[in-house]
Nanobody, 121 residues
Framework: VQLQASGGGLVQPGGSLTLSCAAS????????MGWYRQTPGMQREPVAL???????DIANSVKGRFTISRDTAKNRIYLQMESLRPEDTAVYYC????????????????WGPGTQVTVSS
């Protein structure tokens, strides 16, 4: 199983970016998916999560500016980021809870390698 994120880059304050993440490989089902971010010296923090039913949980720091969406058929999620601020600068990681086969009882958390988002003038 692999998660691959794309869409990061350099943007000016007030600008927009959309991140995309796709799960690939052999697996049975995906449960929750989401985005975390991390800056040097800080713990990784949740940004936005979306369940298999489409329920969303957005961090207060980005509420009203970031939107998470999901394409279940394509095993893909998106993070639409607007009104970006310098403090949004971080490496953004995609994560997914995946069950490898119908015969296992546990969900395993998988992480993508991260994509850099830099907000600077």
């Amino acid at each position: 199983v692999q998660l691959q994120a794309s869409g990061g880059g350099l943007v000016q304050p007030g600008g927009s970016l959309t991140l995309s993440c796709a799960a690939s490989g052999s697996f049975f089902r995906i449960n929750d998916m989401g985005w975390y971010r991390q800056t040097p010296g800080m713990q990784r923090e949740p940004v936005a999560l979306i369940t298999s039913l489409g329920n969303r949980d957005i961090a207060n720091s980005v509420k009203g500016r970031f939107t998470i969406s999901r394409d279940t058929a394509k095993n893909r999620i998106y993070l639409q980021m607007e009104s970006l601020r310098p403090e949004d600068t971080a490496v953004y990681y995609c994560t997914a809870q995946i069950k490898i086969s119908p015969w296992v009882t546990v969900w395993t958390d998988y992480w993508g390698p991260g994509t850099q988002v830099t907000v600077s003038s």
